[in-house]
């Protein structure tokens, strides 16, 4: 099956500093999502984005599909921006189905 | 509108007992999905259901087993409960590509 590979698996940031998460797959996908998953548990939705660049507020993320990466930029970062930060993927012969990667565990201090 | 809804938000149970884990689409949401997400780790697919039927299944054994109503809604059980059953449940719905998830149901098995 596809694998997916995050990068860094830890990052510690202050408050107000930028960061770039990265997410590499090594087939081609139909569906990338990127999530935070808050303390909580709850995996709240970022980005849908299979290609292309797409900005939210202070997030931004980019698909280079062709050569099978997925970056996810966090700038002025907030405490609150802490949690885990996962990619998750689909291809064409698995439809419905989301393949995560190991996530990237953000902390941001004050 | 209301997101995806998961009952209940906590479980324990023992070892070959067995459990059902609840969860009720978004509106307009046609399909759900289950993931296992142990501690420390990413979700793992579980399986898939649209109009009442298994579309697509993840490397689970049979003791997991689902069911999805006329009303999309959807049932995850799992027979004879062991102790690496213990995880967060996640459930997402979605109607195209996008999987939106639900808070999730934490089981502990003793």
């Known amino acids: 099956g596809i694998q997916v590979e995050q990068s860094p698996p830890d990052l510690i940031l202050q408050e107000g500093a930028n960061s770039t998460l990265r997410c590499n797959f090594s087939?081609?996908?139909?569906?990338l999502q990127w999530f935070h998953q808050n303390p909580w548990g709850q995996l709240i939705n970022l980005f849908y984005?299979?290609?292309g660049t797409k900005q939210n507020g202070r997030l931004s993320a980019t698909t280079v599909a062709t050569e099978r990466y997925s970056l996810l930029y966090i700038s002025s970062s907030q405490t609150t921006d802490s949690g885990v930060y996962f990619c998750?993927?689909?291809?064409?012969?698995?439809?419905?189905?989301?393949?995560f990667g190991q996530g990237t565990i953000l902390t941001v201090h004050p | 509108d209301a997101g995806v809804t998961q009952s209940p938000t906590h479980l324990i149970k023992t070892r070959g007992q067995q459990v059902t884990l609840r969860c009720s689409p978004k509106?307009?949401?046609?399909?759900v999905s289950w993931y296992q997400q142990a501690l420390g780790q990413g979700p793992q697919f579980i399986f898939q259901?649209?109009?009442?039927?298994?579309?697509q299944r993840g490397n689970f054994p049979d003791r997991f087993s689902g069911h999805q109503f006329p009303n999309y809604s959807s049932e995850l059980n799992v027979n004879a409960l062991l102790l690496g059953d213990s995880a967060l449940y996640l459930c997402?719905?979605?109607?195209?590509?996008?999987?939106?998830f639900g808070p999730g149901t934490r089981l502990l098995v003793l």
């Open positions: 984005i299979p290609s």
């Open positions: 259901y649209y109009e009442e039927e298994e579309r």
């Open positions: 509106s307009g949401h046609d399909t």
């Open positions: 998750a993927v689909q291809t064409g012969t698995s439809y419905g189905k989301l393949t």
């Open positions: 997402a719905s979605s109607s195209l590509e996008t999987q939106y």
């Open positions: 087939d081609s996908v139909n569906n």
